[in-house]
């Protein structure tokens, strides 16, 4: 890789080290894998996911263990949470690299993915935003390279590594880990009419990633049968297929869409590189790596549910098709510095801007030192690099994000500043009621029993069916007629917090139970 690979990779990491810890806990998706995992790590039960007490069987818990283990290390607090990400993070940048090397021999052009994979912000986006995906990529991409070692130096090693990798996979997000990694290698083999003979040792690590894939799962319908249906029908055929169960259902355009967002600021490049020189300089990998990130993107976009980070995997193949055509032709590379420089400008020129008129002086200040620095470097540079340029471009995004994060939390939907401030405001109150949202950060946050009373929102609903008695951290107001005659909390102190929009469906023999009311932003507070 040599010191100039190895410094960028440094740089990128302390930068992301210093950034992680800053943003509270976004909801609803980050929050609640924050949540399981401090619930696992609580409770020493690494097998059974719970989210407020309640099982929680969307996913395997491999990405839940992962969170644990930092909270083990630092501490349960965001940076706990988000360490690994960064670890994962640091591996893809290794990987992407040593990926390239493999294939075209090139330290240039490996560094190129690289650094330009490390700042696209879907990647930034999965490293600040504890979820599956971050660790889901990192398993993918492991496969890839050990797939493409086992193709070019026949050693069965990579192949059993490769297994173990696509079994991670399916613990981290079930078995949607096997799409990308099979639209490669059948693509792979295709472009490059290669035959794949089969061995005992093929069939053994076919066997071993079966055997890993399966175990969480086999476990878990072997002491509670009628999950069968509900990872089968609930969680695979209704993601694939009726998204309106899980209120994700998007169009089949949404990813044409966020593309060029995703892949900031290297959608120029692409576009040239696909539609121009295609005929002269072009090359099988390439085409490979294009079409597989062409066909991953189709192929969400078939299905009903759609995140933005369904379509992560298609990132190494995006970032590789670039460094391979900038590399290759010095124009396109050329262009893309300028385009780069431009786009940074302007970026951090907004990012002052925004900062100036929200009255948050200190981020303004440090972001216009940026632009400064950034100004002097390009004038007095009389070789401006891709390298260089990256240098401030990655550390740019990671900055306006985390200023964004601290200027305006709940656009970002961050709890940590108003469950302070009830905190602070009932020091003597043992339990926090929420009507008709589920907030996992509440537990995260405060040292109270956390309620949760599901009315009229989906997305307050949880699954009881696998609980062996009825909860009491969770009432359903549609579910019985007499539910909310249930909610009585005589003898106990009581934070009851409402949406200001939702206090008109309120049943009055809930509320006629709370004396004293706060309000702070959009909530009320009530206590008795």
Request: charged share 15%; with cysteine.
């Amino acid at each position: 890789m040599g010191r100039k690979g190895i410094g960028s990779l440094l740089i990128l990491i302390v930068c992301l080290l210093l950034a992680i810890g800053i943003p509270g806990f976004i909801e609803s998706s980050e929050a609640r894998y924050a949540a399981i995992g401090y619930e696992m790590f609580s409770s020493g039960d690494y097998l059974h996911p719970y989210l407020l007490g309640i099982y929680h069987f969307h996913k395997p818990p491999l990405t839940y263990m992962i969170t644990a283990l930092g909270y083990s290390i630092f501490g349960i607090n965001e940076f706990g949470a988000r360490f690994f990400l960064v670890v994962a993070y640091a591996i893809q940048l290794l990987l992407i690299y040593r990926i390239n090397f493999l294939l075209f021999d090139n330290a240039k052009q490996s560094r190129l993915a690289m650094m330009i994979y490390a700042g696209f912000p879907i990647v930034l986006i999965s490293v600040l935003n504890l979820t599956t995906d971050a660790y889901l990529n990192t398993f993918f991409m492991a496969a890839v390279y050990f797939y493409i070692h086992y193709h070019l130096k026949k050693e069965y090693r990579a192949l059993y590594l490769l297994a173990i990798m696509l079994g991670l996979g399916v613990l981290t997000k079930g078995p949607v880990a096997f799409l990308p990694f099979g639209i490669f290698v059948f693509l792979f083999q295709s472009f490059l009419k290669l035959k794949w003979k089969w061995t005992i040792h093929h069939w053994m690590a076919l066997v071993l990633c079966l055997l890993i894939s399966v175990s969480w799962f086999a476990y878990m319908v072997g002491t509670v049968p009628k999950l069968l249906d509900y990872f089968l029908g609930y969680q695979l055929k209704d993601r694939i297929f009726n998204a309106e169960v899980f209120h994700r259902a998007e169009p089949f355009w949404y990813y044409l869409i966020l593309i060029p967002l995703l892949i900031f600021p290297y959608s120029v490049p692409l576009i040239i590189g696909v539609f121009k020189n295609r005929h002269t300089g072009s090359n099988t990998l390439s085409r490979v790596f294009m079409a597989s990130a062409a066909i991953i993107i189709f192929i969400f976009s078939l299905f009903s549910s759609k995140l933005i980070l369904y379509i992560f995997p298609s990132s190494l193949f995006f970032a590789s098709f670039i460094a391979y055509k900038v590399n290759t032709h010095s124009k396109q590379l050329q262009i893309l510095i300028h385009t780069m420089t431009w786009e940074l400008y302007i970026l951090i020129g907004a990012g002052v801007l925004f900062f100036l008129i929200s009255k948050l002086f200190i981020p303004a200040g440090l972001l216009s030192v940026f632009l400064l620095g950034l100004l002097y470097c390009r004038i007095k540079s009389k070789d401006w690099s891709f390298e260089a340029l990256n240098f401030w471009f990655v550390p740019s995004l990671i900055a306006l994000f985390v200023g964004f994060s601290l200027a305006m939390p709940s656009k970002l939907n961050s709890y940590r500043e108003l469950f302070g401030w009830v905190s602070k405001s009932y020091p003597s109150t043992s339990t926090l009621v929420i009507y008709d949202h589920l907030i996992p950060s509440a537990e995260l946050y405060t040292t109270k029993e956390v309620v949760t009373i599901h009315d009229r929102h989906f997305q307050s609903l949880r699954e009881t069916q696998f609980e062996d008695v009825p909860p009491t951290n969770y009432y359903d107001l549609n579910e019985f007629e007499d539910q909310q005659h249930k909610l009585h909390f005589d003898g106990k102190k009581v934070v009851f917090m409402v949406k200001k929009k939702d206090l008109k469906f309120v049943p009055t023999s809930l509320s006629d139970q709370f004396k004293y009311r706060k309000e702070l932003k959009d909530w009320y507070f009530y206590s008795n």
